[in-house]
Protein backbone atom coordinates (compact mmCIF):
# COMPACT_ATOMS: atom_id res chain seq x y z
CA UNK A 1 0.00 0.00 0.00
CA UNK A 2 1.44 2.92 -1.03
CA UNK A 3 0.37 6.38 1.12
CA UNK A 4 -0.11 9.73 -0.65
CA UNK A 5 0.77 12.55 1.75
CA UNK A 6 0.77 15.44 -0.66
CA UNK A 7 -2.94 14.79 -0.35
CA UNK A 8 -5.02 17.73 0.28
CA UNK A 9 -6.24 16.51 3.13
CA UNK A 10 -2.96 16.49 4.62
CA UNK A 11 -0.84 19.51 3.46
CA UNK A 12 -4.11 22.00 4.74
CA UNK A 13 -5.37 20.87 7.88
CA UNK A 14 -2.17 19.23 9.65
CA UNK A 15 0.45 21.63 10.06
CA UNK A 16 3.97 21.32 11.53
CA UNK A 17 4.45 17.60 10.71
CA UNK A 18 6.36 17.48 7.29
CA UNK A 19 9.53 15.57 8.78
CA UNK A 20 7.25 12.80 10.42
CA UNK A 21 5.10 12.20 7.03
CA UNK A 22 8.38 12.70 5.04
CA UNK A 23 9.68 9.46 7.46
CA UNK A 24 6.14 7.63 7.07
CA UNK A 25 6.21 8.00 3.18
CA UNK A 26 9.75 6.39 2.98
CA UNK A 27 8.80 3.84 4.94
CA UNK A 28 5.58 3.35 3.43
CA UNK A 29 7.59 2.71 0.11
CA UNK A 30 10.59 0.78 1.65
CA UNK A 31 8.62 -1.87 2.89
CA UNK A 32 8.40 -2.89 -0.68
CA UNK A 33 11.95 -3.41 -1.31
CA UNK A 34 12.71 -4.18 2.51
CA UNK A 35 14.96 -7.81 2.52
CA UNK A 36 16.17 -10.14 5.60
CA UNK A 37 19.11 -10.02 4.09
CA UNK A 38 21.76 -9.54 5.81
CA UNK A 39 20.05 -10.89 9.31
CA UNK A 40 20.03 -8.85 12.04
CA UNK A 41 18.78 -8.67 15.83
CA UNK A 42 17.48 -5.32 17.69
CA UNK A 43 18.78 -4.80 21.48
CA UNK A 44 17.40 -2.21 23.93
CA UNK A 45 18.46 -1.75 27.63
CA UNK A 46 16.68 0.90 29.12
CA UNK A 47 17.60 4.15 26.80
CA UNK A 48 20.72 2.34 24.89
CA UNK A 49 19.84 -0.24 21.85
CA UNK A 50 22.03 -1.83 19.45
CA UNK A 51 21.53 -2.73 16.02
CA UNK A 52 23.74 -5.96 15.26
CA UNK A 53 23.80 -7.49 11.61
CA UNK A 54 25.30 -10.39 10.89
CA UNK A 55 28.82 -9.39 7.93
CA UNK A 56 30.88 -12.51 7.92
CA UNK A 57 33.36 -11.85 5.37
CA UNK A 58 33.17 -8.34 5.23
CA UNK A 59 35.48 -5.35 6.57
CA UNK A 60 35.18 -2.45 7.84
CA UNK A 61 36.55 -0.99 4.49
CA UNK A 62 33.31 -2.79 2.78
CA UNK A 63 30.48 -1.40 4.46
CA UNK A 64 29.20 2.10 4.65
CA UNK A 65 27.08 3.21 7.60
CA UNK A 66 24.93 6.77 6.84
CA UNK A 67 22.78 8.64 9.09
CA UNK A 68 20.80 11.36 7.08
CA UNK A 69 17.52 12.90 7.84
CA UNK A 70 16.99 10.58 10.38
CA UNK A 71 16.90 7.30 8.51
CA UNK A 72 20.45 4.94 9.42
CA UNK A 73 21.49 3.17 6.72
CA UNK A 74 24.09 0.11 5.96
CA UNK A 75 25.13 -0.51 2.93
CA UNK A 76 27.41 -2.92 1.24
CA UNK A 77 27.95 -2.83 -2.48
CA UNK A 78 28.84 -6.54 -3.15
CA UNK A 79 31.43 -8.87 -4.06
CA UNK A 80 34.80 -7.37 -5.98
CA UNK A 81 36.31 -10.61 -6.68
CA UNK A 82 39.69 -10.60 -8.55
CA UNK A 83 40.71 -13.97 -11.02
CA UNK A 84 44.16 -14.89 -10.26
CA UNK A 85 45.67 -16.04 -13.23
CA UNK A 86 41.92 -17.32 -15.04
CA UNK A 87 41.56 -19.80 -11.84
CA UNK A 88 39.46 -18.24 -9.46
CA UNK A 89 36.77 -20.77 -9.20
CA UNK A 90 33.92 -21.31 -6.66
CA UNK A 91 32.99 -24.90 -6.22
CA UNK A 92 30.63 -23.94 -3.85
CA UNK A 93 29.59 -20.60 -2.36
CA UNK A 94 27.31 -21.06 1.15
CA UNK A 95 28.65 -17.58 2.36
CA UNK A 96 26.50 -14.86 0.71
CA UNK A 97 28.49 -11.85 -0.76
CA UNK A 98 25.55 -10.09 -2.22
CA UNK A 99 25.10 -6.29 -1.52
CA UNK A 100 22.54 -5.08 0.68
CA UNK A 101 21.13 -1.94 2.02
CA UNK A 102 19.10 -2.22 5.25
CA UNK A 103 17.66 1.26 6.47
CA UNK A 104 16.51 2.19 9.77
CA UNK A 105 13.96 5.47 10.81
CA UNK A 106 15.41 7.00 14.11
CA UNK A 107 13.67 8.73 16.50
CA UNK A 108 14.69 12.55 16.34
CA UNK A 109 15.68 11.82 20.03
CA UNK A 110 17.83 8.38 19.28
CA UNK A 111 21.72 9.44 18.50
CA UNK A 112 24.40 7.25 17.04
CA UNK A 113 26.68 6.39 19.81
CA UNK A 114 28.99 4.05 17.70
CA UNK A 115 29.77 1.61 15.42
CA UNK A 116 31.98 -1.76 15.54
CA UNK A 117 32.70 -4.65 14.06
CA UNK A 118 33.99 -7.71 15.95
CA UNK A 119 34.03 -11.57 14.54
CA UNK A 120 31.92 -10.87 11.70
CA UNK A 121 29.12 -8.83 13.60
CA UNK A 122 28.67 -5.33 12.74
CA UNK A 123 27.30 -3.71 15.99
CA UNK A 124 25.48 0.11 15.86
CA UNK A 125 25.07 2.04 19.24
CA UNK A 126 22.50 4.26 19.89
CA UNK A 127 20.87 5.87 23.22
CA UNK A 128 17.27 7.49 23.39
CA UNK A 129 17.64 11.31 25.15
CA UNK A 130 15.07 12.28 27.07
CA UNK A 131 14.50 15.50 27.38
CA UNK A 132 14.02 17.30 31.21
CA UNK A 133 10.89 18.40 30.17
CA UNK A 134 9.54 14.83 28.82
CA UNK A 135 11.31 12.94 31.78
CA UNK A 136 8.80 11.50 34.61
CA UNK A 137 8.71 13.46 38.10
CA UNK A 138 6.58 12.89 41.08
CA UNK A 139 3.76 15.82 41.65
CA UNK A 140 3.49 17.03 45.12
CA UNK A 141 -0.25 16.81 46.50
CA UNK A 142 -0.74 19.60 48.67
CA UNK A 143 -3.25 20.54 51.03
CA UNK A 144 -5.59 23.65 50.07
CA UNK A 145 -5.62 25.77 52.70
CA UNK A 146 -8.68 26.39 55.05
CA UNK A 147 -10.24 30.26 55.49
CA UNK A 148 -11.08 30.28 59.00
CA UNK A 149 -14.74 32.52 59.63
CA UNK A 150 -14.33 34.24 63.01
Do not use: C, H
Not at 88 to 102: D, L, P, T, W
Request: aromatic share 8%; charged share 25%.
Amino acid sequence: MILNFTDPLFTTRVLGFEPLFDRLQRLSESTDRSSNYPPYNIRKDGNFFSIEIAVAGLTKEDIDVELANGVLSISYDGAKTEVVNGTNEVVYQGIAQRAFKQQFTLSEDVIVQGAELINGLLTINLEKIIPEEKKSKKIEIKSPKRISNK
